[in-house]
C-alpha cells in the first residue's frame, strides 16, 4: 500500500475546512482514515488554531463568570472536554468499523445491518441498487464478503460486552428457546414424485443430461435403455400433483435444512449445532421443554419440594437402638410393609 502523501492530504483538508468548518477528526474519518496516525498531519493552519483556542478561552472566562454568581456551576470548559472524547476515541482497544478496510458501500451497509439486522432492508438503506429477489441477492453477496461479516460479527460482540446481563435477559433468553418455531431451522415436506408433473404421468427427466446418462448406465448393464416420454424438467421442489396415479397425490416425503447463516432471533438461539453420521445430517437443538421449565420455575409457577415420610403418612422415626443389621433390616420392612 502506497504511503499517503500528507502535504497533499493537508491541502485537501484546509480546503474542506474553509467550505464547511468540519474538524480534522471528522474529515480523516469521512476519508477512511486513522486520526491517531493522521492527527500530526492533518490539522487546522495557526490562524485558525489561534482563533478557536481565543474563542475557548472566551467561552471558558464566559463560564467561570457565570460561575461565581451562581452557587453551583457544574458547567465543564468544551475545549477540555473534546479533548477528552478525542483521546477515548483514539484509544487501539475502542471498536471501530474504519480498521475492517471497508469501502463506503459495505461501511454503510454494516452501520445499517447494526439498526435491525435485516440484510436486504440495510443494503437498500446503504444504497444498493434492486428490488425484490435482485436487492435480497446483492444483500447476501455483500453479508457474505468477509471483511463486512467479520465486522459484524465483531460489532454484535462489542454491543454484547458493552450491554449488562440482567435476570429478564436471561429470562428472555429462555423464553426465545422455549417457544422458538422448528420449522426455521427444519421441515419435513411432501414434495411431488417424478410421475406427478410428467406428461401422461409417465417419469420425469430433470434434463437431457440426466436421461443420457441413465441411458449410457442401463447399456453397460446390458438392460433396455429408459424412456423419456415424461419429458423434461424435474423439480423436487413443486407440490404433489393431487391427481398423479403414483403418489396418489401423497407425493414424496423429504427432509429440509435451512440455511442456519440466516437464522436471527429465537431460531439462532434453538439451533446449537449439527452433526454428521451415517444416517446422515441431524440438526441440534437445545431442549425446549427444559427451557420452558425454567421459564416456570422463574416465575415460581412450579415449586419443586420432597417430602419423605413412613407408613400412612406418618413421620419416619429417627430413634436408632444399638440394633445389628438383620434387626434394621426387619425394622425397616415392618415399617415399610
Known amino acids: 500500500m502506497a504511503k499517503p502523501d ?19 477528526k471528522e474529515w480523516c474519518e469521512e476519508q477512511g482514515l486513522k486520526y491517531s496516525t493522521a492527527k500530526r498531519y492533518i490539522k487546522i493552519a495557526n490562524s485558525s488554531a489561534n482563533s478557536q483556542k481565543k474563542s475557548a478561552n472566551e467561552t471558558a472566562n464566559s463560564q467561570k463568570k457565570k460561575c461565581v454568581k451562581e452557587p453551583i456551576c457544574n458547567s465543564t470548559i468544551p475545549i477540555a472536554q473534546s479533548s477528552e472524547q478525542d483521546n477515548a476515541h483514539d484509544n487501539e482497544n475502542t471498536f471501530n468499523l474504519r480498521n475492517y478496510g471497508l469501502n463506503d458501500m459495505q461501511f454503510r451497509f454494516v452501520n445499517e445491518y447494526l439498526v435491525d439486522l435485516n440484510r436486504t432492508a440495510a443494503y437498500k438503506r446503504a444504497g444498493g441498487n434492486g428490488e425484490g429477489n435482485t436487492a435480497y441477492v446483492g444483500a447476501s453477496r455483500m453479508y457474505r464478503n468477509a471483511k463486512v461479516n467479520r465486522a459484524i460479527t465483531d460489532a454484535l460482540a462489542d454491543r454484547e460486552r458493552r450491554t449488562q446481563i440482567t435476570q429478564d435477559a436471561v429470562l428472555k433468553m429462555w423464553w426465545d428457546i422455549a417457544t422458538a418455531d422448528v420449522n426455521e431451522l427444519t421441515e419435513y415436506r411432501r414434495l411431488c414424485c417424478r410421475h406427478c408433473w410428467g406428461f401422461g404421468f409417465n417419469y420425469q427427466w430433470r434434463d437431457a443430461v440426466e436421461y443420457e446418462d441413465a441411458v449410457k448406465k442401463a447399456m453397460l448393464a446390458n438392460k433396455a435403455p429408459p424412456q ?14 393431487p391427481d398423479c396415479p403414483r403418489c396418489n397425490g401423497s407425493g414424496i416425503g423429504r427432509a429440509h435444512f435451512h440455511d442456519t447463516r440466516d437464522l436471527t432471533g429465537a431460531a439462532r438461539r434453538l439451533f ?18 427444559d427451557a420452558l421449565k425454567m421459564v416456570a420455575q422463574h416465575l415460581g409457577m412450579v415449586k419443586t419440594r420432597t417430602e419423605l415420610t413412613g407408613k400412612d403418612g406418618e413421620p419416619i422415626k429417627t430413634e436408632v437402638a444399638n440394633m445389628t443389621s438383620q434387626e434394621a433390616a426387619d425394622a425397616y420392612k415392618k415399617l415399610m410393609g
Open 6 to 24: 500528507w502535504s497533499e492530504l493537508q491541502k485537501q483538508f484546509l480546503s474542506d475546512h474553509a467550505k464547511s468548518g468540519i474538524s480534522p
Open 228 to 241: 423419456d416420454v415424461g419429458g423434461y424438467g424435474y423439480d423436487d421442489t413443486l407440490d404433489p400433483n
Open 272 to 289: 446449537a449445532g449439527v452433526k454428521e453420521g451415517k444416517f446422515g445430517v441431524e440438526v441440534i437443538t437445545r431442549n425446549q421443554d
